[in-house]
């Protein structure tokens, strides 16, 4: 069985500064990793994720997450912050044929 | 329509109501889920469905009972709920053995009064 851990529940930033969100999993397979992003009343999108080959991974409105297997983490990385950022954070890992195991999530919240 | 869709947004019941949750996915995929989301709480899988078969009922209460005629569609009937089953009810689906990500709806915002 898969798990996931977000080692942040919350992580306040000013805008314009970057951040990185953590997440490390533990699995016995090889796994696929994911990170959703939700806004307030709304339901979850996918910023990103990681199948397989580079193990740098590029999603939506700038984010980026690298896979780094021998430390099973896929932290979650964007250079400069903007308000519109402020959101729940999700990193969601499965091995392929059981459904998305989710972590608690990180609420990010940019200062302006 | 276009993605996941859930009705109604929000919902406001009694305990001794019936009341039913739909979800419809327009993606053309063949499994889908029901997810609650409570405040301070982990998202908890309540249902799974791959080709309309139900594959994973992870101990949900029975005041919580899962339709899914077809692909398409999904729905979750309420009855004698409590207090604490007020939260958001999330929907999503996927595509079996592709690229293993799920969809999700806005939501359905219960309040059980």
């Known amino acids: 069985a898969q798990s996931v851990t977000q080692l942040d529940s919350q992580v306040p930033v000013f805008e314009e500064a970057p951040v990185e969100l953590r997440c490390n999993y533990s699995?016995?397979?090889?796994?696929?990793l994911f990170w959703y992003v939700q806004y307030p009343n709304q339901g979850l999108q996918l910023l990103l994720k990681?199948?397989?080959?580079?193990?740098l991974v590029k999603g939506i409105n700038g984010f980026e997450a690298e896979f780094n297997k021998s430390q099973t983490s896929f932290h979650l990385r964007k250079p400069s912050v903007h308000i519109s950022d402020t959101a729940e954070y999700f990193c969601?890992?499965?091995?392929?044929?059981?459904?998305?195991?989710f972590g608690k999530g990180t609420r990010l919240s940019v200062i302006a | 329509e276009t993605g996941v869709t859930q009705t109604p947004r929000h919902l406001v019941m009694g305990m001794t109501n019936k009341k039913s949750l739909k979800c419809e996915q327009h993606?053309?995929?063949?499994?889908m889920y029901w997810y609650k989301q409570s405040a301070k709480k982990p998202l908890e899988l309540m249902f799974v469905?791959?080709?309309?078969?139900?594959?994973e009922n992870n101990s949900v209460p029975s005041r919580f009972s899962p339709e899914c005629p077809n692909s398409s569609h999904l729905f979750l009937h309420l009855h004698t709920l409590q207090p604490e089953d007020s939260a958001l009810y999330l929907c999503?689906?996927?595509?079996?053995?592709?690229?293993?990500?799920?969809?999700f709806g806005p939501g359905t915002r219960l309040t059980v009064t």
């Open positions: 990681y199948l397989s080959g580079s193990t």
């Open positions: 993606l053309g995929h063949n499994a």
């Open positions: 969601a890992v499965t091995s392929g044929n059981t459904p998305l195991v």
């Open positions: 999503a689906s996927s595509q079996v053995g592709a690229t293993y990500e799920q969809y």
């Open positions: 699995s016995s397979v090889s796994v696929y």
């Open positions: 469905y791959n080709f309309k078969e139900q594959t």
